[in-house]
């Protein structure tokens, strides 16, 4: 039995430390800023589940380390979002702007423009 | 804020504050259970100074729906993190990406947190702004706003506020 917990556990071990890896590569390979949030929003999400989980199957009958491990989990699900939500916005006001795909809706790409520095999306328009 | 309401909420703030001191203490001697005692009777003090001890940071009347919430929500954050994953490994001319209005239709500012919350949660989807009842919603593919749209987390978040 124990043999079974201890290989499921470095199963996610292994499998969240892949996860984390893939979101460390996503941040280098992605174009802008928007998007390489994104592949960290992986690390923090999945990655970082899936470790602590394969951790809290190693903590062997020590409640108080399981008790930590949740709360770790805890935290970060819920700081992780708004440390997402707050970069963006900041960026946003920095002037910085999204690079948009084919399908972007010409009407909804406008909602940026109030957004930022005014002179920011002055340059912009110039330089269209 | 009416003291008799900000009672539940004190009470609720020295259970939760008394268990992590215990749960990530472990000593159950009188000195420790004092020293505890006495921090959960400051902290819970100078919350009531700040007047910060009410429902919006104890939101006591969703808590017993949001744990199936959570279930589902983490379902969803598995499949939204296996397309990102994909789209990392595919390379950068996978992703298309998008900046779209989601409506929303819950009526409570609690509610519209969670949703847009949950939104920056998963992987592939961020939003951006709330503007009136509609969030602005910035995805790596259309994909993740045809999901949005499609209503099923609005309509889960919606349930809670009820």
Redesign the interface.
């Known amino acids: 039995m124990s043999v079974f917990i201890d290989g499921l556990s470095w199963a996610l071990l292994i499998l969240g430390g892949f ?1 984390c890896v ?2 460390g ?2 941040m280098h ?4 800023f ?2 390489r ?3 960290a ?2 690390t923090d ?2 990655g970082g ?1 899936l470790v602590l989980f394969g951790l809290m199957l190693q903590t062997d009958g020590q409640y ?1 380390v399981l ?2 491990l949740i ?1 770790v989990l805890l935290f970060i ?1 819920l700081t ?3 440390g ?2 707050a970069l ?2 900041a960026a ?1 006001h920095g002037g910085l702007r ?8 010409k009407q ?2 406008d ?2 423009n ?2 930022g520095r005014a002179n920011a999306s002055e340059t912009d328009k110039n330089k269209e | 804020m009416k003291k008799n309401n900000s009672l539940r909420y004190i009470i609720s703030s020295v259970i939760v504050l008394s268990l992590i001191w215990i749960g990530n203490s472990g000593y159950f001697n009188g000195l420790l259970l004092s020293l505890g005692a006495v921090s959960v009777a400051f902290v819970v003090f100078m919350a009531y100074r700040l007047d910060i001890v009410d429902e919006e940071s104890q939101p006591l009347q969703v808590s017993r729906r949001i744990v199936v919430y959570w279930l589902w929500l983490l379902k969803e954050l598995v499949g939204s993190n296996i397309t990102v994953i994909k789209r990392i490994w595919q390379g950068p001319h996978s992703i298309n990406p998008v900046v779209a209005r989601v409506p929303t239709s819950q009526k409570t500012e609690m509610g519209q947190t969670i949703y847009a919350n949950s939104i920056t949660l998963t992987p592939g989807t961020t939003t951006l702004d709330i503007d009136g009842d509609t969030l602005i919603v910035y995805a790596l593919s259309y994909d993740g706003i045809r999901y949005l749209l499609g209503g099923e987390m609005d309509r889960r978040v919606k349930r809670l506020e009820e």
């Open positions: 996860i893939s979101g590569i996503g390979r992605f174009p802008d928007f998007s949030m994104h592949a929003s992986v999400t999945l589940t108080l008790v930590k709360l699900l992780s979002p708004t997402s939500h963006a916005k946003l999204p690079k948009l795909g084919s399908q972007q809706d909804d790409a909602v940026l109030n957004f």
